[in-house]
């Protein structure tokens, strides 16, 4: 055995199950009948070792550095889920399962060469389409019904969700995260938590934090200020844990300010539990960090996946006295808390038949109320009911039901868009999908092999139909329907030519199909089945309807026709901006970063070349819509945009007078004043006095979507609204203070669509909440200022 970290892997084996032979009739304490503490106590400084790095992640290739220590021992408890922790039998301790993802569980769909019995998942809605529902119940919903299939195919803690902000449309990830909306990701978070949980089984709330790019993942240091970090890229989840206690929170690979995230004590311990008072465990992202000891003592509990080394380089700081064994015992104790409640511990009998019917019905549902529909000149949708639909586009052949990586799952199936049409009483025109298949197909052969199995492949280009084909379909059907797909996930970020921007052929095609239908009077209907925002400014004057369908999951097709059916009226609003162009991106200029002379210490060759790496969030507070309504960017949909098949009339909105913590409720009245039932998603914005501080020009403190309105039926909305959300993080203070002054209050359809203001003073300063002034980067950084509009 030439690996050293391997030999002692096997050592630590031995010594784990020869105790727990020998013990066997000893009077030891069991997990579950001893306190935490007793069993703490009971366990040897090797059991303790191997309980806080996890059994390993093993794949051909794969460097001696990175193999895990106990391969075998439970790596295959559930096969495809992304790794485990070591049982201890002699006191009790079960190993547990861990497993992606946000949009669904994410296990291997068969075992081994069986493939008489199968194990899919629902693909649901990636996380940015539930965003767009702004329906914090729908999103508990879905997240008990993937928290069902968790626990019923024996997983214990899902991996998920995940809520980085969007900071730039290039972001690889941006699909499995939901805005770039502090309170939303909050509010998102929470909700998913709390449907997952419900069934007995932990999530991960992920990438903590400020992990916002792909691009050089585990080697970029992010250099942002005290301030942009409170108040933007820790805020969501600082919000989600007001609201639910998630079993564990995952750190994220990134640095920020030097020092890796999951090094960090004064993000792990000082601001998530001192001040946040988390209760769970932390684990590692994959392979992320490169100092155990450091991360032992920054609270990050548990190694994922876990490797030999990680084992050695933890006993040997405990033995030298460099990691006080204490902290160790902590981060066990903390551990086996969890461990505690786990399916695992109590022994369920798992099914591994969850109800994958039930489940899709909801993946739909879902599915329907987050998609956004951008544009319906002249009402082309709904469609009337049997109308003949000429359907163009890669993706309606070829469906991306969600982005890549970790995030994908396992699905049995996906409804095409075809089928969907069919189902719903519609006529697509059948006579393109043969050559768009046959297209398809050979295209895909001839890509060239990515370099690692888990890269995205490159895009194949668009099927420039023929305009012959165009011309007959234009003569021979009532509409026209284009899809454009996208697709992305880890390990890269998405690029502006072809991805961002659309390609040469797309725009011909698109041009093309206009051209030839509007010749014949007939509209054409855009379906943008895409992870993240794309450009849509040069050309949506030459179409008739765009519907933002996002990458809705299994049930793709259905969805997409309930929408154009009318069978669901559009309720789904943008929680992420789609500007008029990249250059109109307040980080454009610092996305994903630059590259740093001189090796990179934590090079994982095999993953990706990582090189070292860093990024300036030089535009501060002001991303997403506190920027473009700031500094007067028009962007191409606003933050919070998103149109109806019925319309929506806001009564006057009032204000109770503050009370002495300057908690306030605001009330108004939203009735369906067009002619078909639909729901609304009313947005409450606040604009707060800049006395001392900078203040975007407004800011979402709350949301809700209306019951499904009938024509002319009302209801009233109450918000309540706390001092918490007035404020801002002041950081020569180290405090949230909400300024006295006056502050508005905005009702909007959208953060641009302000139906009524009124506005209430706060006569002194309210500090709301003083912190620790910690993770402050090495150098002032030169941010964004008002003062430089
Ligand atoms: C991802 C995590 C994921 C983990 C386990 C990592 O590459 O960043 O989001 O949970 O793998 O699959």
Redesign the pocket.
């Given at each position: 055995m030439k690996n050293p970290n391997l030999k002692l892997a096997t050592c630590l084996l031995f010594v784990l199950v020869t105790s727990s032979l020998f013990a066997q009739n000893k009077n030891v304490p069991q997990l579950g009948s001893s306190p935490v503490k007793e069993v703490v106590k009971a366990m040897t400084l090797e059991e303790k070792v191997s309980m806080v790095v996890g059994t390993g992640m093993n794949f051909p290739g794969l460097s001696p550095d990175m193999q895990g220590p106990v391969v075998g021992q439970t790596e295959n408890k559930v096969p495809g889920s992304?790794?485990t922790t070591i049982a201890i039998s002699r006191l009790g301790i079960p190993s547990i399962v861990?497993?992606?993802?946000p949009a669904g569980l994410?296990i291997a769909p068969y075992r081994g060469k069986d493939s008489s019995v199968s194990y899919f998942c629902t693909a649901f809605p990636i996380a940015t389409l539930l965003a767009s529902s702004w329906d914090v119940d729908l999103v508990k919903k879905v997240g008990s019904a993937m928290g069902n299939e968790v626990k019923e195919y024996g997983v214990d803690i899902l991996?998920?969700p995940?809520l980085n902000n969007h900071r730039n449309p290039l972001g690889g990830?941006n699909f499995?995260y939901y805005s770039e909306d502090p309170l939303i990701n909050g509010k998102m978070t929470a909700a998913m938590v709390n449907g997952v949980q419900s069934q007995g089984v932990g999530t991960?709330i992920?990438?903590f934090a400020a992990n916002n790019h792909e691009w050089n993942?585990n080697t970029i240091n992010v250099i942002v200020g005290q301030r942009p970090l409170r108040e933007i890229y820790l805020r969501g989840f600082q919000l989600a844990l007001k609201e639910s206690k998630p079993w564990t929170v995952?750190s994220s690979?990134n640095k920020i300010n030097g020092t890796y995230t999951s090094e960090r004590h004064d993000l792990l311990t000082t601001v998530l539990r001192d001040e946040w008072g988390f209760k769970g465990f932390v684990m590692t992202?994959?392979?992320g960090g490169s100092d155990a000891v450091a991360q032992m003592k920054a609270g990050n509990d548990l190694l994922?996946?876990g490797t030999a080394k990680q084992q050695k380089a933890i006993l040997e700081a405990v033995q030298n006295h460099t990691l006080d064994e204490k902290v160790l015992d902590q981060n066990v104790e903390r551990l086996l808390t969890i461990v505690l409640q786990t399916p695992s511990f109590k022994k369920y009998k798992y099914s591994n038949k969850p109800d994958l019917r039930g489940n899709a019905q909801i993946a739909r549902m879902a599915a329907a109320e987050g998609m956004v529909l951008l544009k319906n000149e002249g009402a082309v949708l709904p469609l009337p009911h049997a109308a003949k639909v000429a359907v163009f586009g890669n993706a309606t052949y070829d469906m991306v039901t969600g982005g890549t990586?970790?995030?994908d799952v396992n699905e049995a199936y996906t409804v095409s868009l075809i089928d969907g049409l069919k189902e719903a009483g519609l006529s697509p025109d059948e006579s393109l999908s043969m050559p768009y298949h046959t297209y398809i197909s050979e295209q895909k052969a001839k890509r060239p092999k990515t370099r690692n199995f888990f890269l995205l492949p490159p895009p194949i280009e668009e099927y420039n139909v023929p305009a012959d084909i165009i011309a007959k379909m234009a003569e021979a059907t009532d509409v026209a329907m284009v899809t454009i797909g996208r697709n992305s996930g880890?390990f890269a970020d998405r690029k502006l030519e072809n991805d961002y921007y659309l390609s040469a052929i797309e725009k011909e095609l698109l041009k093309n199909i206009s051209d030839a239908f509007h010749a014949k009077g007939k509209k054409v209907v855009v379906l943008l089945n895409v992870g993240g925002v794309i450009e849509v400014a040069s050309w949506r004057d030459g179409v008739d309807a765009i519907l933002l369908t996002w990458q809705p999951g299994q049930e793709a097709g259905n969805a997409i026709a309930d929408i154009v059916s009318g069978k669901v009226t559009p309720s789904g609003k943008l929680a992420t901006t789609f500007p008029m162009d990249y250059k109109d991106v307040s980080s454009a200029q610092n996305f994903p970063g630059k590259t740093l002379e001189g090796p990179d210490p934590n090079n994982r060759s095999f993953f990706i070349n990582d090189k070292a790496a860093e990024v300036v969030y030089e535009e501060g507070i002001y991303t997403g819509y506190r920027y473009y309504n700031t500094f007067n960017v028009k962007p191409a949909y606003e933050f919070g945009y998103g149109l109806s098949y019925t319309d929506f009339k806001y009564g006057d909105l009032q204000l109770s007078a503050p009370d002495q913590k300057g908690q306030f409720n605001a009330t108004v009245t939203v009735t369906d004043n067009g002619k078909l039932p639909g729901k609304e998603v009313v947005q409450l914005y606040i604009t707060a006095p800049s006395k001392s501080l900078d203040k975007p020009a407004a800011e979402l403190k709350a949301f809700a979507k209306t019951a499904l309105l009938k024509p002319g039926q009302s209801q009233k909305l109450t918000f309540t609204i706390r001092a918490d959300d007035l404020a801002s993080f002041h950081p020569n203070a180290s405090a949230w203070i909400a300024e006295a002054g006056n502050y508005k209050v905005a009702i909007g359809a959208s953060s641009k669509d302000i139906k009524q203001t009124a506005s209430l003073a706060l006569s002194k300063d309210v500090v709301v909440e003083k912190v620790h002034k910690v993770l402050e980067p090495e150098k002032p950084i030169n941010e964004l200022k008002t003062a430089s509009k």
């Open positions: 992304a790794g861990l497993a992606d993802g994410r991996l998920a995940a990830r499995e991960s992920k990438h993942r995952m690979y992202d994959w392979f994922m996946p990586g970790s995030g880890e």
